[in-house]
């Protein structure tokens, strides 16, 4: 299995060496090592060139400045490995980060992305840290909870910062992160369309408890430094909303015993999404549906008709 490291840059020459050296010394190496320079205006793209010029490892992509959508669609653009790993270029990775990702992926095939934890670095957080489940979890599929409770971000935020996320290459691919930054005018909070497209295009997501990236905080944070959901994450909701809603299809209620199929153990805010849904729309196989959300209630973890998949 190969991983294909990519880092999306603008201006943080003072922390982008520091960023691609932890992505060098990782136990398990990685296949490549993509980095993008969104057309920084400092001194990131001559320090980069001087680090790496011969470093093998090390591609450095230069484009004029499109912003974090295409810059991270450039990365994936270039990448010939099988798992793409996001991080921002004022992060760092854990060394043991790719070991723990590779052991995940081969046991658990199905996995189409992955998210970890950060330890915050360098300052104080404004904006509260998502709150994940406190071990090891499997999302399962998630298109129905993102695409019905859009409106609650708790639930279609499923995932952590850019940084603390891998998936596969054929997802990331299918996410066409430049037709949607280009088509609609985003150029940041990649990662809130990342997920959430992810989510609306019926991906496995699995939640890794450990915490294997150091997030740094500096006055330049914009998802640190916020004091809740911000009227650009509200266009990136949006546009990635109304662009991915078409991959559902006709058959969109049809689909909910389906997704619920592959998720082991759903968490009890989620839960009552799906019971709601089930009441609302009273769907095909609602009953088997609703038979399932009651059977949780009492920690059953499987129910007749339906496999885990």
């Not at 960023?19 to 990131?44: F, K």
């Not at 980069?48 to 994936?76: H, M, P, S, W």
């Not at 854990?94 to 081969?106: G, H, I, K, Q, V």
């Not at 399962?140 to 859009?150: D, N, V």
Request: with cysteine.
């Amino acid at each position: 299995m190969k991983f294909s490291i990519l880092i999306n840059n603008y201006n943080y020459g003072a922390y982008v060496c520091e960023t691609v050296n932890s992505a060098l010394a990782q136990t398990s190496p990685p296949h490549e090592i993509i980095v993008v320079d969104d057309g920084s205006t400092d001194d990131s793209l001559a320090l980069l060139r001087e680090c790496y010029a011969d470093n093998q490892l090390v591609k450095i992509i230069a484009q004029k400045n499109t912003g974090q959508f295409a810059a991270i669609a450039a990365g994936i653009d270039a990448a010939t490995g099988d798992i793409a790993c996001l991080l921002d270029a004022d992060d760092r990775y854990r060394p043991d980060y790719l070991a723990s990702l590779l052991m995940l992926y081969r046991e658990k095939p199905w996995i189409d992305l992955v998210f970890c934890r950060f330890t915050a670095v360098g300052g104080e957080m404004k904006n509260p840290v998502w709150l994940s489940p406190p071990g090891d979890y499997d999302y399962g599929r998630t298109a129905l909870l993102a695409y019905f409770h859009s409106h609650a971000y708790s639930h279609c935020w499923i995932g952590n910062v850019t940084s603390c996320l891998s998936l596969t290459l054929t997802l990331a691919r299918k996410l066409e992160l430049r037709a949607l930054g280009e088509g609609g005018g985003a150029r940041v909070h990649a990662d809130y369309a990342l997920l959430l497209g992810a989510s609306l295009l019926g991906a496995r997501k699995y939640h890794l408890s450990r915490e294997l990236v150091e997030y740094r905080l500096h006055g330049g944070n914009r998802w640190a430094s916020q004091g809740g959901v911000t009227n650009e994450e509200r266009l990136v909701h949006c546009l990635t909303l109304n662009y991915h809603a078409r991959h559902l299809g006709a058959r969109l209620l049809d689909l909910l015993p389906e997704e619920l199929a592959t998720v082991p153990t759903p968490l009890a805010a989620h839960r009552a999404c799906y019971r709601k849904l089930c009441r609302r729309f009273r769907c095909k196989n609602g009953a088997l549906v609703e038979n399932r959300l009651r059977r949780w209630r009492h920690g059953i973890m499987e129910w007749l008709g339906l496999r885990r998949r």
